[in-house]
């Protein structure tokens, strides 16, 4: 069946450092990928997404491209926020399958010093 | 506009139990999703509904675990009787339309989660 393996948290980084995690994925179909944060005490939100490949998605300073010969889809963002201490989840949704439903990630942990 | 609405947000019960959670999706939303989320892990597909139909319950331990969306809005995920691994978040999410002639991906609307604990 579908996967997705995240890079294994958590993860401490020193505000203003460049961040980057990794997500790799195994799909039936070609699926579309997706990068959801979750912050402290709300629920799960979607950062951005990419449904070809070679597509990148991008948002509040978080980029990430669709590699398909790499069947990987990395978050890096240039230059990282307290604000952005929170919980990443990377995922997919299988059109395979025909009902949209996401696949995720073990999540990472992100933690930002100040 | 409002978002996905769930309830309780916490709950605390003894194994063998029985426990009942709430959601509201967002007004207009189609699709209603249950996922699972254990402790350091990602969430998981319980079960997904098309306005009052199932489209995807493989997931879910029909044994203890059952969903119903009467009306097509509201739904209710119940458990009974809760085991020790059932403690998790339970996550609703919506989304317009499963079936939309559009070709773009129909984003999922995530509501805050029910955290539940078996003792």
């Known amino acids: 069946g579908d996967s997705v393996t995240q890079m294994e948290g958590p993860v401490t980084l020193s505000e203003e450092a460049f961040l980057t995690i990794n997500c790799t994925y195994t799909a039936t179909g070609y699926p579309s990928l997706f990068w959801y944060v979750q912050y402290p005490g709300e629920g799960l939100q979607l950062l951005l997404k990419a449904t070809k490949a070679d597509d990148k998605g991008s948002n509040k300073g978080f980029e990430a491209t669709y590699r398909k010969e790499t069947t990987s889809f990395h978050l890096e963002k240039g230059s990282v926020q307290v604000s952005d201490s929170a919980v990443y989840f990377c995922a997919l949704s299988d059109p395979y399958f025909g009902n949209e439903k996401l696949t995720f990630g073990t999540g990472t942990r992100l933690t930002i010093i100040p | 506009e409002a978002g996905v609405a769930q309830s309780p947000r916490y709950k605390i019960i003894e194994k063998r139990q029985s426990v009942a959670f709430w959601c509201n999706p967002i007004s207009g939303h189609a699709t209603l999703y249950w996922y699972q989320q254990i402790l350091g892990q990602g969430p998981k597909l319980l079960i997904q509904?098309?306005?009052?139909?199932?489209?995807?319950d493989s997931q879910l331990p029909k044994d203890r675990f059952s969903a119903e969306r009467l009306k097509g809005v509201d739904s209710t995920l119940k458990i009974q009787p809760a085991k020790l691994e059932d403690s998790a978040v339970y996550l609703c999410?919506?989304?317009?339309?499963?079936?939309?002639?559009?070709?773009?991906?129909?984003?999922?609307?995530f509501g805050p989660g029910t955290r539940l604990t078996v003792l």
């Open positions: 999410a919506s989304s317009l339309d499963l079936l939309s002639a559009s070709p773009s991906y129909n984003e999922q609307f």
């Open positions: 509904f098309q306005n009052n139909g199932v489209v995807d």
